[in-house]
């Protein structure tokens, strides 16, 4: 992994899904796997806060990105756009897809679209190094 592919400061979001709800149902919530990826691949990185089981949730799960409640959703998501605020992020990454189109949606409703959020795997792709021999 080449970690000066990625430069500034990323954020990491924990979605409810990967957390609370897997830890609820399995007995397992995914919090320091993908920090730990996050470790290799980024020299600067931090938890939006509060995180891992005490994170907020940004508003796109069950469904909602499905519903007709956009402005709802967003109405949900502004304790999200804080944390993101706070965090001095130049980057959001996270692993699942309703959070990251969530996300997107409430940068840009934000007027913060310039932050580009990633999904895990798009970092870990970004910085791999791939030797041509």
């Not at 592919?5 to 399995?26: M, Q, W």
């Not at 020299?43 to 508003?59: A, F, I, M, N, R």
């Not at 502004?78 to 897809?97: G, N, T, W, Y």
């Amino acid at each position: 992994m080449d970690k000066t592919k990625i430069t500034g400061r990323v954020a990491y979001h924990d979605p409810c899904n990967y957390g609370r709800k897997s830890e609820e149902l399995f007995g397992h919530g995914f919090y320091e796997e993908p920090r730990w990826i996050l470790d290799q691949c980024v020299s600067e990185w931090v938890s939006l806060h509060p995180d891992k089981g005490t994170q907020y949730c940004c508003g796109g799960g069950g469904g909602t990105l499905q519903t007709p409640y956009k402005e709802e959703r967003f109405i949900y998501g502004r304790k999200k756009i804080e944390q993101i605020r706070q965090s001095d992020a130049q980057m959001v990454v996270l692993p699942c897809h309703s959070c990251h189109g969530q996300i997107k949606a409430l940068l840009e409703e934000n007027h913060m679209n310039h932050i580009p959020v990633k999904y895990l795997w798009e970092v870990v792709a970004d910085t791999l190094i791939v030797d041509a021999d």
